[in-house]
């Protein structure tokens, strides 16, 4: 048996049950492979579904979503990370409902001008959403194929070599779910540790299966330890409580969402408020004794948190602390308010 007919065999069979995924053999949903080929990317399954259940039922087609605020997507994006994603996700629904009559385009070069798509994607929903004759090249696929074939070809020029490599093996009729299978058997049998080699569907045209090797391939590069940034953000309140709020610029890292004020983030730590271009007549400064660690994907943020009390402007809002859920906040300035809060506590 070929190996697209062994894995299309185990995938009818075993396939995960996913909420934007159709049955075998099925036409899916093109407006949900978009929505959460977007919302995987650079998130896990398991982490999407929820989000996935909370959009679809929010917007239930293309146009109610490009009909929605762009803060309304964001709110509904909060802890999913990666903010450009929510944005660029926004503006192509928009783009596919202004321009090519709200039906999702099947081929390469139209998926690959609208906003946040890029080969991987559009290769993912070419193939999975019309059965597109391509295979979208993920790290599931990636380390099933390095075993298959024993590829010891390191990554990042790995993905490529296999881009050209996987086309030998695309079925005609059924690429989309031959794309899916290969996920799924990443997912559950081809592990990055251990790989299942036993009950693996094409272990028979693998060139690795059961061999000590499996679970080294594939080849990574050591990789270089994270800068750290430096910040230091205000927490400033008045009589009332109410604390300042801004809107971070619309390009760039957590674009568009609100955030404490602060000092820009730099290799050099503060040494309390010098080089702070801070001029309020407040100056009763409480330096708070917990410092945010937060992870990026290129680098490290120690934020030190100051708080105090007065009556100047320093943002371009004020919200009391119990409405924070109703502004995009990222996950770094939750951890503020956070620590704010348990350090109030224990005062």
């Given at each position: 048996?070929?190996?697209?007919?062994?894995?299309?065999?185990?995938?009818?069979?075993?396939?995960?049950?996913?909420?934007w995924?159709?049955?075998?053999?099925?036409?899916?949903?093109p407006?949900?492979?978009?929505?959460?080929?977007?919302m995987?990317?650079?998130?896990?399954?398991?982490?999407?579904?929820?989000?996935?259940?909370?959009?679809?039922?929010?917007?239930?087609?293309?146009?109610?979503?490009?009909?929605?605020?762009?803060?309304?997507?964001?709110?509904?994006?909060?802890?999913?990370g990666?903010?450009s994603?929510?944005?660029?996700?926004?503006q192509?629904?928009?783009?596919?409902?202004?321009?090519?009559?709200?039906?999702?385009?099947?081929?390469?070069?139209?998926?690959?001008?609208?906003?946040?798509?890029?080969?991987?994607?559009a290769?993912?929903?070419?193939?999975?959403?019309?059965?597109?004759?391509?295979?979208?090249?993920?790290?599931?696929?990636?380390?099933?194929?390095s075993?298959l074939?024993h590829?010891e070809?390191?990554l990042?020029?790995?993905?490529?070599?296999?881009?050209?490599?996987?086309?030998?093996?695309?079925?005609?009729?059924?690429?989309?779910?031959?794309?899916?299978?290969?996920?799924?058997?990443?997912?559950?049998?081809?592990k990055?540790q251990?790989?299942?080699?036993?009950?693996?569907?094409?272990?028979q045209h693998?060139r690795v299966?059961?061999?000590?090797?499996?679970?080294?391939?594939?080849?990574k590069?050591?990789?270089?330890?994270?800068p750290?940034?430096?910040?230091?953000?205000?927490?400033?309140?008045?009589?009332?409580?109410?604390?300042?709020l801004?809107?971070?610029?619309?390009?760039?890292?957590?674009?568009?969402?609100?955030?404490?004020?602060?000092?820009?983030?730099?290799?050099?730590?503060?040494?309390?408020?010098?080089?702070?271009?801070?001029?309020?007549?407040?100056?009763?400064?409480?330096?708070?004794?917990k410092?945010?660690?937060?992870?990026?994907?290129?680098?490290?943020?120690?934020?030190?948190?100051?708080?105090a009390?007065?009556?100047?402007?320093?943002?371009?809002?004020?919200?009391?602390?119990?409405?924070?859920?109703?502004?995009?906040?990222?996950?770094?300035?939750?951890?503020?308010?956070?620590?704010?809060?348990?350090?109030?506590g224990?005062?």
């Amino acid at each position: 048996m070929r190996l697209d007919e062994s894995l299309l065999a185990w995938y009818d069979a075993t396939h995960r049950h996913l909420p934007w995924r159709a049955n075998p053999g099925k036409a899916p949903n093109p407006y949900h492979v978009l929505l959460s080929e977007i919302m995987l990317q650079q998130t896990t399954v398991a982490t999407v579904i929820d989000y996935f259940h909370h959009f679809i039922n929010r917007w239930p087609t293309l146009t109610d979503f490009a009909a929605a605020t762009k803060d309304e997507v964001y709110h509904g994006w909060q802890g999913l990370g990666y903010y450009s994603r929510a944005r660029n996700l926004h503006q192509c629904i928009q783009k596919i409902v202004a321009h090519h009559q709200g039906q999702v385009p099947q081929d390469l070069e139209t998926l690959l001008l609208l906003p946040g798509i890029g080969p991987y994607t559009a290769a993912a929903i070419s193939a999975i959403a019309y059965n597109g004759p391509v295979v979208p090249v993920d790290g599931n696929i990636i380390r099933v194929f390095s075993r298959l074939l024993h590829l010891e070809t390191e990554l990042p020029q790995l993905q490529q070599e296999i881009r050209e490599v996987v086309k030998d093996y695309v079925p005609p009729a059924r690429s989309g779910d031959f794309a899916q299978g290969l996920m799924d058997l990443g997912a559950t049998i081809c592990k990055p540790q251990k790989p299942l080699c036993q009950e693996c569907p094409i272990q028979q045209h693998c060139r690795v299966a059961g061999l000590q090797i499996a679970g080294l391939l594939p080849r990574k590069k050591v990789k270089a330890a994270r800068p750290v940034l430096h910040g230091i953000t205000f927490w400033y309140e008045d009589n009332e409580g109410r604390i300042w709020l801004r809107r971070r610029p619309e390009k760039g890292l957590l674009a568009n969402l609100m955030e404490f004020p602060g000092t820009p983030w730099r290799p050099e730590p503060y040494e309390a408020f010098i080089d702070v271009p801070l001029h309020l007549t407040t100056t009763q400064w409480t330096v708070l004794p917990k410092q945010i660690i937060h992870t990026f994907t290129h680098f490290q943020l120690r934020l030190t948190v100051v708080k105090a009390t007065g009556e100047d402007q320093l943002g371009d809002i004020q919200v009391m602390p119990q409405d924070f859920k109703n502004y995009a906040l990222p996950t770094l300035m939750k951890k503020v308010a956070a620590m704010v809060v348990e350090v109030s506590g224990s005062d």
